[in-house]
């Protein structure tokens, strides 16, 4: 277990790292920060020379690969860092230095355990692409076939280890403070942060998720998932289908070679909607560099190291959420909030209602060009914290990649109107999974479900009452303690160490959710 003193530490040192790029600036100003972290705020950036508009993004990319990760999922929320900082971190592009060939050539033979030319007849010592956990290079197999190959970078998963136990141990800090910092839940938002990057580091479930949104995806024309090679993958290495095509990012490319740039837009968009609600499983690192198009305009996705799952409710839920806004039944769209216990029972679902109005209102029958769906996002936002809604993080991804396809789509086609291209397929999918059949099947197969859980549900009830002398329950994984707790358990500990605590706790409100307010 690491100690205390070196999550301080490693805490300090990114402080001042957050301080040279002025990303502890904002949370001086805002008013919901404890006064005791905007002391500490302003003594980490004494003797720094802040530029006069903060670069969040720099500083991210100084602190190091977990924190580029981190980076990019507080992007998404406008809510925990500010819209600035948002805005900021939305430029930062996962890239890094490549690591010498010679050092991947040996990851994926000690992988393995067997020689290179055992599975690849050539591999191009150049890569394609590097990013903060792994890095691709081209390669042809023994049996003739293009291949990407993705390497994770040897040591990544030890330092991606050090770094998140510090955000573990720093938000339960930042949480116990109370107020705001408690209703953002941060211990959250990290929990789920590291659930994605685990997956991330794991290239096997990165080749089962390419596998699972295939199958999905499967029924639906002009986009596909490459084909995995299973025999040269493993948990280090991961072998795909070489793809030759346009990146999606290069405008004037698509143009020359013809495509319907407005068609592959509405594709786009379509294609979202079908994973997010019909699958409830999506691609949620959607970006630029991770879209190609191939001659025939196919679109073809890569990178499934971070993907969304979404369950049957939750779905519904979204898909009338949507709906109800593109509609104008803001009144229903509070509701669902209400059912969904997105918003305490305290408050009234007619004022919530005019709330969604005011955000939802000035949107409708506009492109993209004039509002968009981030500033809808941006909007709901500024209205969680006056009605005490917590951070949904399984909406997170959800939110995140909404604002990624919204961007693409408008660098496609300026004058696509998200909603317009939404609302069909959302009305259609509500007519066949909310409509009277569906609720009916749907009512047989849960009553069906319950009746084939009866045996089970006779043995639980069993084991919860056990005969006397069974063994007992074991009891529930330690917590992470904090520091003060510690003070007052121990009793002799120094007031000094409390001050580094606070500090500790301190820079990472600061640095992690770096300026609520930009």
Same mark, same amino acid.
């Given at each position: 277990?690491?100690?205390? *003193? ?115 007849? *050539? ?82 479930? +990165? ?33 795909? +289908? ?96 209400? +059912? ?149 358990? +121990? ?28």
């Amino acid at each position: 277990m690491t100690r205390p *003193s070196t999550h301080i530490w490693r805490l300090l040192t990114w402080g001042r790292t957050l301080a040279r790029h002025g990303a502890l600036r904002g949370i001086e100003r805002d008013p919901n920060t404890p006064p005791p972290v905007k002391r500490i705020a302003r003594l980490a950036r004494l003797g720094t020379f802040p530029p006069a508009e903060p670069d969040y993004a720099g500083a991210f990319r100084a602190i190091g690969p977990a924190a580029i990760k981190l980076g990019q999922t507080l992007a998404t929320r406008p809510d925990l860092v500010g819209e600035d900082a948002a805005r900021n971190l939305l430029s930062l592009q996962d890239s890094l230095p490549p690591v010498p060939y010679a050092a991947i050539r040996q990851e994926i033979e000690r992988s393995f355990e067997r020689p290179v030319e055992q599975l690849f007849t *050539s591999v191009d010592p150049v890569p394609v692409g590097a990013a903060s956990i792994a890095q691709v290079h081209r390669a042809v197999t023994t049996d003739g076939r293009d291949v990407a190959i993705k390497v994770v970078r040897p040591g990544i998963r030890e330092k991606f280890a050090h770094d998140i136990a510090t955000y573990e141990w720093a938000a339960a800090h930042v949480e116990a403070m109370g107020g705001e910092a408690a209703r953002l839940r941060p211990a959250l938002t990290i929990a789920n942060f590291k659930r994605w990057t685990n997956s991330e580091l794991d290239l096997r479930r +990165e080749a089962a998720s390419a596998s699972e949104l295939a199958d999905h995806m499967r029924g639906v024309d002009g986009y596909c998932i490459p084909g995995i090679d299973w025999d040269r993958t493993n948990g280090r290495v991961l072998t795909i +289908e070489w793809i030759d095509g346009i990146k999606i990012s290069d405008r004037d490319a698509l143009v020359a070679a013809g495509h319907d740039l407005p068609d592959l837009a509405r594709r786009l968009v379509l294609a979202f909607l079908t994973q997010a609600i019909s699958a409830g499983f999506f691609h949620a690192d959607m970006h630029q560099g991770n879209l190609f198009v191939k001659a025939d305009g196919t679109i073809v996705a890569i990178d499934f190291g971070i993907m969304g799952r979404i369950d049957r409710r939750a779905r519904q839920w979204l898909a009338e959420i949507l709906y109800g806004l593109t509609v104008g039944d803001y009144r229903r769209v509070a509701e669902i909030h209400f +059912e969904a216990q997105y918003v305490p029972s305290y408050h009234s679902v007619d004022e919530f209602a005019t709330a969604l109005r005011a955000v939802g209102e000035p949107m409708r029958g506009k492109p993209v060009s004039e509002l968009s769906v981030g500033q809808m996002l941006d909007g709901l936002f500024a209205i969680t914290r006056d009605f005490d809604m917590q951070t949904q993080p399984h909406l997170l991804l959800l939110q995140k990649t909404m604002v990624m396809v919204e961007g693409i789509a408008t660098s496609l086609d300026p004058s696509i109107n998200m909603w317009d291209v939404s609302a069909p397929f959302v009305r259609s999918w509500i007519r066949d999974e909310l409509g009277p059949e569906a609720a009916l099947a749907d009512r047989l197969r849960t009553d069906f479900d319950t009746l084939l859980r009866l045996p089970e549900l006779v043995r639980r009830i069993e084991d919860a009452y056990p005969p006397k002398g069974a063994a007992p329950e074991p009891p529930p994984l330690p917590a992470i303690e904090l520091v003060w707790e510690r003070r007052r358990r +121990e009793g002799s500990a120094c007031l000094g160490y409390a001050v580094a605590a606070l500090a500790g706790g301190a820079v990472v409100y600061g640095g992690i959710w770096a300026g609520w307010l930009g």
